[in-house]
Each structure stands twice: as structure tokens, then as C-alpha cells.
């Protein structure tokens, strides 16, 4: 279900998602910038990985987006899977995408809603509260069985590059995390909540993900 051909460099599908991209980043952070300006949003308790994932999530959000929308165009289907090529995406090919957008998206929003949450209700009702944890669950799940299905639609090379992003977060992660944790422990660094550590995980794993993408010609 992916390309074959390992093109290296920019093409103008991958221009012009970059630029759409920055133009909804862009958008966004002058909106936010609006908001806190005219006092309608207020920013001074927000922690650093409130930010990180609010930004992560942002990505995610407008990347499945973008991803989902180019489904429904047979032959900007077919020139995300290989540049080299104008020969238009099958359904099956375009629904792949599909879900591999929606896959994306979801998780943006999942990361997005307890921040927005804590955000715009101060404080959190208990009841608002558990409303938006079910939503997560609900989404999660929903995440989880399109996950698996883009995993068993994948082609060997798609499932190998996915395998090899994890373990290189997983060694990576778990040897940067054992240090900083021995050193909070000394009291030589303050200590990183689960949220924190949910933060680095999902930016580590966007960015080797995507160093692996490139590399193997994927984007």
C-alpha cells in the first residue's frame, strides 16, 4: 500500500503540504497570540509540556487533516504514495490514507482536550471532568482498532519503519529517562510528572518517525 519508489528531495505535493502546514501553524498562533492579548485567554499557568502538546497536537491535527482531505483526490492520492508517478490511487489505496489521516487526527485531539480543558475551565468541574476522560477513552479505542487495521492494510516496508521508530524511541527514551530519573532521586533535577513524560514520548516519537520517513523516501 506504499511507494516503492524512494524519491529524495522536494517535490511540489510536499511544498505545498509544507505550506499548508505553516499557514494553519501560523494561523493558529496568531489566534492564540488575539486571545491572549485581549485577555481572553490566559496562558500564565500553562506548564511546558502543556505548550509541547498543545503544539504536537496541533501538528497532528492539521497533518491527518490535510492527509484525509488528499484521500479523496484519486491522483494526489497516488502522488503521496510515489512522487515519480501519475498514475491515480486505487480506492483501496485512497482509504488507506484515509484511515492513516483519521489515525492522526485523532490522536491530536486526544492529546489536545485535557489541556484545552484545563485551559478554559478553571477550575476543572469534577463532572466536566469525567465527560472528557470518556471521550478520550471512546476515541482511544476508536484509535486503536484504525491502528490496527493501517498495520495489517501495510506493506512490509511501512510495518518494518514503524517497528524500527519504536525501538529506537524505546532504547532511546529509557536510557535519557533512567538518568534523569537517578538524578531527580539525587535531588539534582526537579522531578517530570506523567504528563511530562506522555509529552516527551509522543515529541520523540513524531520526530524519529519522521527522520524515518524521510530517510526512506515517505516524505
Known amino acids: 500500500m506504499t511507494t516503492s519508489a524512494l524519491k529524495r528531495g522536494p517535490t511540489p505535493l510536499r511544498l505545498a503540504l509544507a505550506a499548508a ?11 492564540i497570540g488575539r486571545l491572549v492579548k485581549h485577555g481572553q485567554l490566559d496562558l500564565s499557568g500553562v506548564g511546558w509540556s502543556d505548550l509541547a502538546a498543545a503544539t504536537i497536537a496541533a501538528m497532528l491535527l492539521a497533518t491527518g487533516l490535510l492527509v484525509s482531505l488528499a484521500s479523496f483526490n484519486a491522483r494526489l ?3 503521496m504514495m510515489d512522487p515519480n508517478s501519475d498514475r491515480p490511487a486505487s480506492p483501496a489505496q485512497a482509504s488507506f490514507y484515509r484511515q492513516q489521516g483519521a489515525v492522526m487526527a485523532l490522536a491530536g485531539i486526544m492529546l489536545a482536550a485535557p489541556v484545552l480543558a484545563r485551559l478554559l475551565w478553571e477550575p476543572l468541574p469534577a463532572q ?19 491502528n490496527v487495521t493501517v498495520w495489517m492494510r501495510a506493506d512490509e516496508m511501512m510495518r518494518r519503519m514503524i517497528a524500527e521508530s519504536g525501538s529506537v524511541c524505546f532504547w ?13 532521586k539525587l535531588e539534582l533535577a526537579p522531578a517530570l510528572s506523567a504528563w511530562d513524560l506522555m509529552t516527551i514520548l509522543m515529541g520523540a516519537y513524531l520526530l524519529v518517525s519522521s527522520l524515518m520517513s524521510m530517510r526512506r523516501g515517505f516524505s
Not at 502546514?21 to 489566534?31: H, S
Not at 466536566?128 to 484504525?146: C, E, N, R, S
Not at 532511546?172 to 531527580?184: G, S
Request: hydrophobic residues 70%.
Open 172 to 184: 532511546v527514551l529509557q536510557a535519557a529517562l533512567f538518568l534523569w530519573a537517578a538524578a531527580e
Open 128 to 146: 466536566l471532568a469525567q465527560a472528557v476522560m470518556a471521550g478520550i477513552v471512546a476515541l482511544f479505542l476508536l484509535q486503536t482498532l484504525l
Open 21 to 31: 502546514g505553516m499557514a494553519v501553524g501560523g494561523g493558529l498562533g496568531w489566534a
Open 77 to 79: 492520492a497516488g502522488r
